[in-house]
């Protein structure tokens, strides 16, 4: 089955400590993206990666760190979360022209 | 600034067609819209995208201004299962893609 599968689903966390949260798909799509999403905010893009080993920065980087040295995965890196980071984070992948998105399931972050 | 502006909510009956608005006055002559749709807080699912033409699939249609400024998507006859936040979105430089922050959908019985 086509899909994007994010880990963990849900995850509470202290201020500072280093964390990953996992993305993979198994479509072999070349574009993949983070997101995070807040209440009335809509999702917000942190960052893009093209292909391998290509990535760039969307609209809220800040805090955020991310790495996609196989074409399958794509980890979001948070170096020392904030509370500030708390939040609903979609993972999505695509390819080609139309650029159509298939969205993973959430990871719900808290960060105390 | 925000690339696209959305009412907050909408209610339509069912059976009948939701007509969802959406501004874009700033966007550029390449940049894409896109519409998704999110149910509880499942990933986003894919509806409908354009650049200049009213395009129809399946699931709906896209009208598309000819000054490009604003659009409406079109659910042809609303089920009480298309309840649901439906994201009106701009493609800008082929990657960057900027969400609104969306309509709440009601369709009622």
């Known amino acids: 089955e086509a899909q994007v599968t994010q880990n963990p689903r849900y995850l509470i966390t202290v201020t500072g400590k280093k964390l990953t949260v996992t993305c993979s798909q198994n479509m072999n799509h070349e574009y993949m993206s983070w997101y995070r999403q807040d209440p009335g905010l809509g999702l917000r893009q942190i960052y893009y990666s093209m292909n391998v080993e290509v990535t760039d920065k969307g609209d809220v980087p800040e805090g955020y760190k991310v790495s996609r040295k196989e074409k399958r995965n794509f980890p979001l890196i948070l170096e020392s979360p904030s509370p500030n980071q708390t939040s609903l984070y979609f993972c999505?992948?695509?390819?080609?022209?139309?650029?159509?998105?298939?969205f993973g399931a959430g990871t719900r972050l808290s960060v105390l | 600034d925000a690339k696209t502006t959305q009412p907050p909510s909408m209610d339509c009956a069912e059976g009948r067609a939701a007509n969802l608005p959406c501004n874009h006055s700033?966007?550029?002559?390449?940049?894409?819209v896109y519409w998704y749709r999110q149910i509880h807080s499942q990933g986003p699912q894919y509806i409908i995208h354009g650049l200049k033409n009213n395009e129809t699939n399946e699931m709906a249609s896209l009208i598309i201004t000819e000054d490009r400024k604003s659009s409406t998507l079109i659910l042809p006859h609303a089920t009480l299962r298309d309840t649901a936040v439906y994201y009106c979105i701009v493609r800008a430089n082929f990657n960057k893609f900027y969400f609104g922050s969306g309509t709440k959908l009601n369709v009622k019985p």
């Open positions: 700033t966007i550029s002559g390449n940049e894409y």
């Open positions: 999505a992948s695509s390819w080609g022209d139309r650029n159509i998105q298939y």
